[in-house]
């Protein structure tokens, strides 16, 4: 059997307990050796120069085993996507410590080259965050070359995807489940819009269920693929600031809405912008981070 580099690539992800790192480590392995097809050969030569333990004879096998083979052909009939070997992927993602090797997409994938403004928050907005929102998001979001990305979880996520239709603008919805999962159910309509006009994106199998940690993950997918995260409203411990300190790890700006010192939801807000996060008050004050190379120089006279 001969694989290009790329489809070896997809089929590593269908084979049982490799996970990602294993197959970044390969893949990083196959584009040193200037390996563009992979064979039997191949495969023995990287499993004897790497140390991948008890990874190394499901690789060997799982490669080529027709229940591999199956599940991957399942998976892939229903939706498209890019790898780490296609220049469509994009380019922010690949600079994270763990890119995901493969992104599926519903929806128009050109919007994984605008600029990115990830906005996340608590699940149970206050009133305050709500109004905050429709206050400083609609300028944003009308500009043509920026793009909204959130996780369509309930709150502030789902209000993010909502603010950016509404007034015409970009957003992509990055998911913790497959594509061919809607979580929240109650979101299934969201989704559907947004897979007909705007990105849907996973880096989970079509038909993968919720986890709590898959959730996590998405976070990092969520920051990466942002120049500047906003963070609208959050406790102290939440997954908004596991989004956060993704950003931050990644050198991504991290944004913050400041709320009343006596609100539980906004102490995680304020304490980054204590931390050093940027205070937003206002529309321009996340403009002028995500367009900072594209205003005019002054002249010096």
């Known amino acids: ?19 990602r790192k294993t197959i970044l480590k390969i893949w990083r392995w196959l584009v040193a050796q200037q390996v563009t097809t992979v064979t039997s050969p191949v495969v023995t030569d990287l499993l004897t120069a790497l140390p991948l333990g008890n990874q190394a004879p499901q690789i060997r096998f799982g490669w080529q085993q027709a229940q591999v083979l199956e599940r991957e052909s399942l998976n892939l009939q229903y939706t498209p996507y890019v790898t780490l070997e296609d220049p469509e992927y994009p380019p922010l993602l690949r600079e994270i410590y ?23 928050g608590t699940r149970h907005p206050s009133g305050y965050a709500v109004r905050a929102m429709r206050q400083v998001l609609p300028a944003v979001v009308a500009h043509p070359e920026i793009c909204l990305i959130s996780g369509m979880a309930q709150g502030v996520d789902t209000l993010g995807h909502q603010v950016a239709l509404a007034h015409h603008g970009s957003t992509i919805a990055v998911l913790g489940t497959g594509l061919g999962r809607c979580y929240p159910a109650s979101n299934r309509e969201l989704m559907r819009t947004l897979t007909h006009s705007q990105l849907v994106i996973s880096e989970y199998p079509w038909a993968t269920g919720p986890a709590k940690f898959q959730f996590v993950e998405r976070n990092r997918l969520i920051s990466g693929l942002s120049q500047s995260v906003l963070v609208v409203e959050a406790a102290r411990r939440s997954g908004s600031l596991i989004t956060a300190n993704f950003a931050l790890q990644e050198n991504r700006n991290v944004l913050a809405i400041p709320g009343p010192i006596d609100a539980p939801n906004s102490v995680g807000t304020n304490e980054l912008i204590l931390a050093g996060a940027k205070p937003i008050l206002n529309s321009e ?17």
């Open 1 to 19: 059997m001969h694989l290009t580099r790329r489809d070896f690539l997809v089929r590593l992800t269908f084979i049982p307990g490799v996970g």
């Open 98 to 120: 763990e890119p995901p090797v493969v992104l599926y997409y519903l929806g128009d994938p050109r919007l994984l080259q605008a600029v990115g403004l990830g906005v996340v």
């Open 285 to 301: 004050h996340i403009m002028e981070e995500l367009l900072v190379d594209k205003r005019p120089s002054l002249e010096i006279l």
